[in-house]
């Protein structure tokens, strides 16, 4: 059993429960497997192969199948890369390299590198969001545009959710239901079948898996000066994850081009953003046309 899960029968649970979630992935995929210094990176490849190149980076406790949804409109234009973080629960190793330091920049050398890739737009959530930008700002040649969804590491990470969380573990289901929805925000409670399923599956990785203890790193305005590649930032007013008001701040100070969309009244899950990064991703490819 590996360290980051609670139990060999959780890490099994889990195991069984995502690659269910795989076999129903709505586009034709490759399933890559990367060897890297951290160990094995699981990645879901769709998409024309001579598309230009498209990375997600999924948030903490989560993985791949986040972006079911998102990919059959995405892999319309661009060879989708959905990339299963190290220490995380997914197919990828479940090493933890230190966040403070430039190992995740060159684990992701070895997977763009291993997949042929040299450049490439990135979306990515929440960790992810962190990630892309500790990439961007360590690898600017090598990221095309930014699209991130409440990513760390600009604004102040929120701790009073850890303690609620920990609070209520004696309570059981009614108590990881409801720092899941403190967490996520209302739009983790859709009355839909596949608002329920999906908020089934988070419960079930809140209870059988690890998650980051480390905190997020922030980055300083001369890290965020250097961004000059597009950048489009997604945030929730009521994200109770991390100070979406405190983001928007810095990056109107240190990295003013970044277009920036709120949502006052939305938590750290944003939906029904399919479209608006898409579009965004594809005024690469209008401005290349009418160049």
């Not at 586009?27 to 990645?43: I, Q, Y």
């Not at 100070?243 to 006052?264: C, E, K, V």
């Not at 944003?270 to 209008?286: D, N, S, V």
């Amino acid at each position: 059993m590996s360290d980051i899960y609670k139990s060999a029968e959780g890490e099994r649970i889990l195991r069984e429960r995502y690659l269910a979630y795989l076999d129903r992935w709505p586009v034709p995929a490759d399933r890559l497997r990367v060897p890297t210094r951290h160990g094995e990176t699981f990645v879901m490849a769709s998409g024309p192969e001579d598309a230009p190149p498209l990375v997600l980076l999924h948030g903490s406790g989560a993985n791949t199948a986040m972006w079911m949804a998102d990919v059959p409109a995405w892999a319309e234009h661009f060879r989708v890369l959905a990339v299963d973080m190290i220490g995380e629960p997914g197919l990828s190793a479940p090493s933890r390299p230190p966040l403070e330091s430039d190992a995740h920049a060159l684990w992701l050398d070895e997977v763009l590198d291993a997949l042929g890739v040299r450049r490439a737009a990135f979306a990515g959530t929440s960790l992810g969001g962190w990630l892309a930008l500790d990439y961007a700002i360590r690898r600017p040649e090598r990221v095309e545009r930014l699209a991130l969804q409440c990513p760390g590491g600009i604004g102040r990470q929120k701790y009073g959710l850890l303690l609620a969380s920990v609070l209520l573990l004696p309570f059981g289901r009614w108590g990881t239901r409801l720092t899941m929805n403190r967490a996520l925000g209302s739009a983790s409670t859709g009355a839909t079948r596949e608002d329920r399923e999906r908020g089934e599956y988070v419960m079930l990785v809140h209870r059988n898996f690890r998650p980051r203890m480390e905190k997020l790193p922030i980055f300083g305005d001369d890290a965020l000066r250097g961004l000059t590649m597009p950048m489009l930032v997604v945030l929730g007013g009521r994200d109770a994850l991390i100070d979406s008001h405190g983001t928007r701040r810095h990056l109107q100070q240190a990295a003013p081009h970044a277009r920036i969309s709120s949502f006052p009244e939305v938590g750290h899950l944003i939906m029904e953003q399919t479209r608006p990064i898409l579009e965004f991703l594809l005024e690469r490819e209008a401005a290349a046309s009418s160049g």
